[in-house]
């Protein structure tokens, strides 16, 4: 049993998923299920987004053990935008380790939109966590390289250990995201304002603008699940790409921040982890047993997939991954445990 960074000696226990079959049905049934709503819009703040297909629709879980289960287009490519934030979040917490980054990044909700400079100002220039703009640009600002191209080297090459591939960024995407990245450009120099970015603002925002453009499927989202799910393993390559115990400080802040102003609500409807981004994708987490990826690019007016939210509620209660969920205790199993224990009553 290993200890954790206060000494103390960590259990966990989890569960399992069904069998393969089953996987492989309530996926394939997630995806018919939710294909047929065509509600929402693409996103066209960037403009290349807007020229996207809205009938894309792509649906794979990624079990901790390396099975994958796929339906509709699941390995079609597009940009990874915010879910990055979360994988940059993972490696700089490997790096710095769990008390830097929640002082210098923080933990709680803005309850505001994702790109609000007015959260800034109310806290004093202290971002409020690492999923809305601000919080990711002073993460990404903390990625180790002493200049912008090996800090970007070390993005690129962390998120694709957790993909399991080796990512590559649309140019096209990052051209159009980097002409109208203005008011991350803005959110920079007010963070810096503040000292909380020591480095170049500008460059930061092109590393992180980099980041968002960095292209990858929902099977590439569901593996990277997994990999959090697994205590920072990689299902595909068996490789520790960050420790048990920065997957727990990852999934914490996807829980409470991942999606926006709506993460009560994906919390209370879903009851896991998940951080969507608005090309269309979202990634979401169930611990010690596997990863979901979906992708459809028609979002509600928060900037989250509509027929990947569905997909993913309806994956969340046919395999049992509600991470609040119990069932009754019976009395028999209260008595086999207490004979198994010795006790008397």
């Known amino acids: 049993m290993e200890l954790d960074s206060h000494g103390v000696e960590q259990r966990v226990a989890t569960g399992a998923l069904p069998g393969w079959e089953a ?6 049934a997630a995806h018919a299920r939710s294909r047929t709503h065509t509600d929402g819009a693409v996103a066209d703040y960037i403009p ?20 994958v289960h796929e339906a509709g287009d699941a390995d079609v490519p597009f940009s990874i935008q915010s879910i990055s934030k979360a994988f940059v979040y993972a490696l700089v917490c490997e790096q710095l380790g769990h008390d830097l980054v929640r002082e210098r990044i923080g933990v709680n909700n803005t309850g505001l939109a994702f790109n609000s400079v007015v959260a800034i100002e109310l806290n004093d220039g202290h971002p409020m ?54 008011r991350n450009r803005a959110i920079a120099r007010l963070l810096e304002s503040y000292g909380r970015i020591e480095l170049d603002p500008l460059a930061v925002v ?58 009560g609500e994906w919390l209370f409807e879903i009851g896991l982890p998940g951080k969507s981004g608005v090309a269309g994708g979202i990634v979401t987490i169930a611990p010690g047993k596997g990863g ?36 009754e205790h019976t009395v028999s199993s209260r008595i086999g445990r207490n004979r198994n224990q010795g006790e008397t009553r």
């Open 23 to 28: 996987v492989e049905e309530h996926v394939a």
């Open 48 to 67: 290349i987004l807007a020229e996207v297909d809205p009938e894309l629709f792509g649906v794979c879980v990624a079990e901790v053990d390396g099975e």
């Open 129 to 182: 966590n690492p999923m809305v703009n601000a919080g990711a640009i002073a993460t990404t600002a903390l990625m180790p390289g002493d200049s912008p191209e090996e800090q970007w080297e070390a993005v690129r090459n962390g998120l694709s250990r957790f993909a399991g591939r080796a990512l590559d960024v649309d140019q096209v995407v990052y051209a159009s995201e980097a002409a109208t990245n203005q």
């Open 206 to 263: 092109d590393v992180y603008t980099r980041q968002c453009a960095l292209l990858v499927t929902a099977r590439d989202l569901a593996i990277m699940g997994a990999t959090l799910a697994d205590g920072g393993v990689n299902p595909v390559t068996g490789e520790q790409v960050v420790s048990p115990e920065v997957c727990r400080d990852t999934l914490a802040v996807m829980a409470s921040t991942g999606l926006y102003e709506r993460s």
């Open 292 to 327: 979901i990826g979906v992708f459809s690019p028609r979002l509600d007016p928060a900037g989250n997939s509509v027929r990947g939210q569905r997909a993913t509620a309806y994956l969340s209660r046919a395999l049992g991954l509600n991470i609040f969920a119990s069932a």
